[in-house]
Every structure is written in C-alpha cells, then in structure tokens.
C-alpha cells in the first residue's frame, strides 16, 4: 500500500509538471495560477501546493525534469564526445531530440520564446538553464581546445572563433524550428551547419 501510494504521488507529481508547462506555454508563467493547474488534471488547488511551495519551486523542477530527460537520451544515444564525429552526432542527436520529441521542444519553446524572466526567478533557475541551453557550446568549445592540444587541430586554426560560428548558426536554426517558421529539417540541417562551419573551417575535410 505504501509502494502504491509513493507511485501515485510521484504521478500526480508529474501530470502536475505536464500541465503546467502546457499552461505556462499557453497564458506565460506570470497569469497561471495553481487554481488553473488543478483545474486543467482534476485536482484541488491544495493538492498542488502539496508537492509545490509556490511557482518558483514548479518553474525549478520542470527545468530539472527536462534536464533530466534530455541528458539521460543524450547519454543513451552519445555516451561519449571525444572527436569530430562524436560532436557532429551530439548535435545531430540534440536536434533529433528537439524535433521528435513534443514535451522537451515544449520545454525549449517556452525557456526561450514565452517564460517572463524576473531578475529573481532567473538567478534561482540559471545554474538549472545552464545545464541545458548553455552545454552543448561548453562541450563543442572543450572538445575543440582539447583537439587542438592533442595535435588532432592545427594551432593556427580559431577554435573560439569557429565555435562561436557554429553557436550562431545553431541558435538560429533552432529557433526557426522552435516556431514553426523553418523550412529544413532540423536534423539534417544540423548535419549540413556541422560539415560546413566546423568540419570546412577546421580543414578536415580531407581526413
């Protein structure tokens, strides 16, 4: 009984989650209400105030949800990123992620397009958001400067300055897909910026 009771907190708990952030992408964070979270599952209002102290505490553990999943598919599909061609699958794999999966680009849709940053709210969820939106570049850059130090990459070649061009060029991409508005596959899209940016302007195309 308390096996069952533990796993039916632990799914009220998530259908919380799930219908917040559809609520939070509907309306913004700023005009949801708990009411109107209990009311979009069927609960009452005290029901989430139960597992969640206030909006603050809801916002942090949607971005850790989503830091969880993503990274447990990102571990699955690329468990490992040490040269060029792991890179090009983390990204590719990250765009797969981002296109097929519904709740995650959900999750990015409203992180980057409809969430209402406060000073305060942000410094609570920066660390959370850095681990999401900012790790891909982190990993890119790192694998770069480390490519470089082995020999694998000429010391004359502007690693920065080439990640800092594929980072634009990613940030762009996604968010033509995010809203609707690309007319690529993100996927393949991903591909093609990787062989073009990093792969041409690191000269290993001949490798």
Not at 9 to 18: D, G, H
Not at 19 to 27: N, P, Q, R, T, V
Not at 85 to 98: G, S
Not at 173 to 178: E, K, M, R, T, V
């Amino acid at each position: 009984m308390a096996r069952r009771t533990k796993e039916e907190a632990e799914q009220t708990r998530q259908a919380i989650l799930l219908a917040s952030l559809d609520l939070f992408c509907e309306k913004g964070y700023s005009k949801t209400t708990f009411d109107e979270i209990a009311k979009r599952i069927n609960l009452t209002k005290g029901a989430v105030y139960w597992h969640f102290r206030n909006k603050p505490d809801l916002l942090i553990a949607i971005i850790r949800e989503a830091i969880t999943q993503s990274q447990g598919y990102m571990k699955q599909k690329v468990p490992n990123v040490s040269n060029i061609e792991d890179l090009k699958k983390y990204f590719t794999t990250l765009a797969e992620l981002i296109s097929q999966h519904s709740e995650f680009r959900k999750f990015m849709f409203f992180a980057l397009y409809q969430m209402e940053w406060s000073e305060t709210i942000y410094k609570k969820a920066t660390k959370s958001l850095e681990d999401i939106i900012d790790m891909p570049f982190k990993l890119l850059k790192e694998t770069l400067t480390n490519l470089q130090k082995s020999g694998e990459i000429s010391p004359s070649v502007e690693t920065n300055k080439i990640s800092e061009m594929f980072i634009c060029f990613w940030k762009g991409a996604l968010g033509q897909d995010i809203t609707k508005s690309a007319t690529y596959n993100l996927v393949d899209f991903a591909a093609y910026g990787f062989d073009n940016i990093i792969i041409r302007n690191l000269n290993l195309e001949e490798k």
